[in-house]
């Protein structure tokens, strides 16, 4: 393989000015407060393990902030466990009582989160069993000035921001494209009730544990963290927790909503994080320590780097020897260091940074050249240097990607089995192929054998995938090509899935379409895939 090489070149035996992109201070310094809540122990004892060290953790990591050139820290942080409903309420009114027009005020919460299909209402639950709903927080937080941050590690908190996410097949690590494009409102159109109310005006900054038809999980961690909400955990080690802010993907000592989200969201495996506003560069923390403007020079981001590709870093002045072999390398999107060789050109004025193997596609990326390296005069660079990147996107396998939506995919109505499991366990000789059509769309062709009024046929039905968003919709089915009614497909879907759960002999399966129904011919059968996940907080 031949790599790319390009050249960055850095006059680094110079002075030069801090340039930190997006970040200023106001004249007036607000004041930053926080209300910490944890409810372990229930009245039903249904009772959680982890929402106690959920809250020291919490503290730990804010204690840890400063903002602005003015080193600001939390004047206040109440921690409280176990509080009822109305404990929450007055708790809330007593730590905001002062607040004024910009200062920020964050209120976090861990516990059990309740979700009301009906009146489409998510709700924090309190020791008592009573349910704090989301209007009634929101008519709580809109009476405090400034603006309020809200952490929520609860069942179902999604909904706080009338958030819901769909997927096929949970996947692994999610980079920022693939988080940008699920991370939307969807409307609910099974709604009942319109819910109002929620934490989505211009005054709230809010990050959630999972959806809100989600669930959110505590586990017991072997590592020494002990019990814990997985969502708390990526959210503190990602912005504060001792002194640690492996959030900070641009490295400039602020983590904004939108790092510690797309942190948060490649660190939590049983749900998906949600946020409010979606790509917000608001300073959810920092670590701006006294840090002088002789100290660090960012460069601008480059974008849409080749996965191989080459630096070259090249200097104004001789380098010596060694000084430079440790001080030089590239940073992933976890603030790990990526295997990198470095090679010193003929006139030493050059540093090439070679990747041990391809970086990741769409992920972003930092050099980092640390102060001190010494030119072969003696003279020393002192500025710390750091140039940030993102790989090119991935070149999409579509046919992998539509037939892994549908496979693993969920209909509403029948969120479970997936698609395969409950298709192919019902006709006989099943077969899955994909195909692109003349219009432009992607689309899974499924066929099986099944009976129709003793007559042993073939059912095709065609999923068009919406590739994006990762969903599909069914616009043709049939029986020996002859096309389903809307009434039959729908019959037909409520035949395979009772057979997955209570098996007949599938040569046998007589009258399983109606006949004849008043209802239009198949033409679009939209439904949504839907992850499977049991209930913890």
């Not at 840090?291 to 601008?300: A, M, Q, R």
Request: aromatic share 16%.
């Amino acid at each position: 393989m031949i790599k790319r090489k390009y050249i960055l070149t850095f006059l680094t035996m110079i002075t030069l000015f801090l340039i930190i992109p997006g970040t200023s201070y106001a004249e007036t310094t607000p004041t930053y407060k926080a209300l910490l809540i944890g409810n372990s122990n229930y009245w039903n004892n249904n009772s959680l393990q982890g929402p106690a060290n959920d809250l020291v953790k919490m503290e730990n990591a804010l204690s840890h902030h400063y903002y602005g050139s003015n080193n600001t820290s939390f004047s206040t942080i109440k921690a409280k466990r176990d509080l009822t409903k109305q404990e929450i309420i007055s708790s809330i009114r007593e730590t905001f009582k002062d607040a004024q027009e910009g200062d920020i005020s964050y209120f976090y919460y861990s516990g059990h989160g309740a979700f009301d299909y009906y009146s489409n209402s998510a709700s924090l639950i309190g020791v008592d069993g009573e349910g704090l709903s989301v209007h009634e927080l929101e008519m709580e937080l809109r009476a405090i000035p400034g603006t309020i941050v809200v952490v929520l590690d609860s069942c179902h908190s999604g909904g706080f921001i009338n958030k819901e996410l769909h997927l096929g097949s949970s996947g692994d690590t999610v980079d920022e494209e693939y988080i940008n494009d699920f991370n939307h409102s969807i409307v609910d159109i099974f709604a009942q009730r319109k819910s109002r109310n929620y934490l989505t005006s211009s005054k709230y900054k809010v990050i959630t544990a999972a959806s809100k038809y989600e669930s959110s999980y505590e586990i017991g961690y072997l590592d020494g963290w002990g019990w814990g909400g997985e969502f708390t955990r990526a959210f503190v080690k990602g912005n504060g927790y001792n002194g640690n802010f492996a959030a900070d993907t641009n490295l400039d000592f602020d983590i904004t909503l939108y790092e510690i989200y797309n942190y948060t969201s490649n660190h939590v495996e049983n749900s998906n994080v949600q946020v409010w506003p979606q790509a917000d560069n608001f300073i959810i923390g920092s670590d701006f320590g006294d840090l002088s403007s002789d100290d660090i020079k960012v460069w601008d981001t480059f974008t849409d780097t080749p996965i191989d590709k080459i630096w070259n870093i090249k200097f104004n002045l001789q380098l010596d020897e060694n000084s430079w072999k440790n001080k030089i390398y590239v940073l992933d999107a976890y603030q790990d260091k990526f295997p990198t060789y470095l090679e010193k050109s003929y006139n030493g004025q050059s540093i090439s940074i070679i990747p041990a193997h391809n970086y990741d596609y769409s992920s972003p990326y930092t050099i980092v050249i640390e102060n001190g390296i010494l030119a072969a005069s003696g003279r020393q660079h002192k500025q710390k240097v750091l140039a940030h990147f993102i790989t090119e996107k991935n070149k999409l396998d579509y046919e992998e990607l539509a037939l892994n939506t549908v496979l693993s995919g969920y209909f509403y109505s029948h969120p479970y089995p997936s698609v395969q499991d409950a298709f192919e366990s019902f006709f006989i000789h099943s077969t899955w192929d994909y195909f692109y059509s003349t219009d432009g769309s992607h689309v899974v062709e499924f066929n099986g054998n099944a009976y129709k009024n003793h007559i042993y046929g073939t059912v095709t039905i065609q999923f068009t995938v919406d590739i994006e968003n990762e969903s599909f919709s069914i616009n043709y089915a049939a029986f020996d090509s002859d096309p389903m009614s809307y009434y039959e497909f729908e019959g037909l879907l409520d035949v395979i899935y009772t057979n997955y759960f209570y098996p007949r002999d599938t040569n046998h399966l007589d009258d399983i379409f109606i006949d004849e129904d008043d209802s239009p011919l198949l033409d679009e059968y939209k439904d949504l895939t839907w992850p499977l996940q049991d209930s913890i907080k």
